[in-house]
């Protein structure tokens, strides 16, 4: 399979089906193997040109003569399942042309998987580059499966936590969980646009495919995991503003009904607080009793009139320890 070693960590695979693999890590895009390369395939010039100025990902589809695809650019990944920088990604850099795939600063982690007996016996049964190039972009996908994995714990110890206490940062959770969702998705487009490069480039040819099905197989997994995840995230978010709504609501309900149940307290105590002498009962030794007897029995009065207006419900209850919200 290893043609030739190249200093460092350069190697030239070939495989069965006629095609090589230029797997190449540098750190100075003008050194001598991509020159030697560049003589050989003129328009890795533009590639290497544009790895520079590449911000998240590109992607470019060429004919140079009218009927066979060139396809470069660059992937974001990440060999990490833990979101802790979503600014922080990995790239690959890889141009397609006829029987040659060239890579450039693959990770050491998908070097080793890629060298696997699984994913070799894979490589050999490719047909031409563009096949090996399907391997390889699944392989990248396989870290966002398990991205994911762990995305799908943590969303699931949301949504125990919302069902056992609906707590105040609960909602920071749920935005947190987005926003890994998020950062997931946006490194999942450019895959989806390297899938319509080579449908682009190659058209029918990728009918007979068996990596680039499975490539589509995966990708279609990933693109229903991440509406599946979407919804959750919707749903709780609905459900946290309806309970939420709901609190609201029953707060308002309750301080209303205390504030009707007490306005004859808060009236005899207007009243009987004004600075006049001769107030009602004020010398009186059973004075002070009888108000607060007149007060209990307009207050009960009011409550009791409310409830048989159905107007109270539940409101004034104590709940159980255990109630969901």
């Known amino acids: 399979m290893n043609e030739a070693s190249q200093a460092g960590l350069n190697q030239i695979l070939s495989f069965e089906g006629q095609w090589k693999w230029y797997d190449i890590f540098i750190e100075d895009l003008t050194c001598h193997e991509l020159r030697d390369l560049q003589e050989q395939f003129p328009l890795m010039e533009e590639w290497i040109r544009v790895i520079p100025k590449v911000g998240e990902n590109y992607m470019s589809v060429r004919f140079p003569d009218g009927v066979d695809a060139v396809i470069f650019g660059t992937l974001p990944y990440s060999v990490q399942d833990a979101v802790t920088d979503s600014s922080h990604v990995d790239r690959l850099h890889f141009f397609v042309q006829?029987?040659?795939?060239?890579?450039?600063?693959?990770?050491?982690?998908?070097?080793?998987?890629?060298?696997?007996?699984?994913?070799?016996?894979?490589?050999?049964?490719?047909?031409?580059?563009?096949?090996?190039?399907f391997v390889l972009a699944r392989t990248l996908l396989h870290y966002f499966h398990l991205g994911l994995d762990l995305f799908e714990a943590n969303l699931r110890e949301i949504e125990r936590a919302m069902e056992m206490d609906n707590q105040r940062n609960l909602m920071d959770k749920i935005l947190s969980s987005r926003f890994v969702l998020l950062y997931w998705s946006n490194m999942?487009?450019?895959?989806?646009?390297?899938?319509?490069?080579?449908?682009?480039g190659y058209l029918d040819k990728l009918n007979n495919s068996r990596p680039f099905m499975q490539l589509v197989y995966r990708m279609e997994r990933m693109d229903r995991a991440f509406r599946h995840y979407e919804d959750e995230i919707d749903t709780l978010i609905a459900i946290d503003d309806a309970v939420s709504a709901f609190r609201g609501n029953e707060i308002m309900k309750t301080l209303t009904i205390l504030t009707a149940i007490f306005t004859p307290a808060t009236v005899v105590g207007a009243i009987w607080g004004m600075n006049f002498d001769n107030l009602p009962a004020i010398k009186t030794p059973w004075g002070f009793i009888g108000v607060m007897l007149g007060t209990l029995l307009f207050s009960g009065g009011m409550y009791w009139w409310m409830h048989r207006k159905g107007w109270t419900g539940d409101l004034l209850r104590v709940k159980a320890k255990d109630s969901k919200i």
Request: aromatic letters at 6%.
């Open 188 to 200: 999942f487009t450019p895959f989806e646009e390297f899938l319509a490069a080579a449908k682009e």
């Open 98 to 133: 006829n029987d040659v795939l060239v890579t450039i600063n693959l990770d050491k982690n998908t070097r080793e998987i890629m060298g696997t007996k699984e994913r070799t016996a894979m490589l050999h049964q490719c047909q031409n580059a563009v096949d090996g190039m």
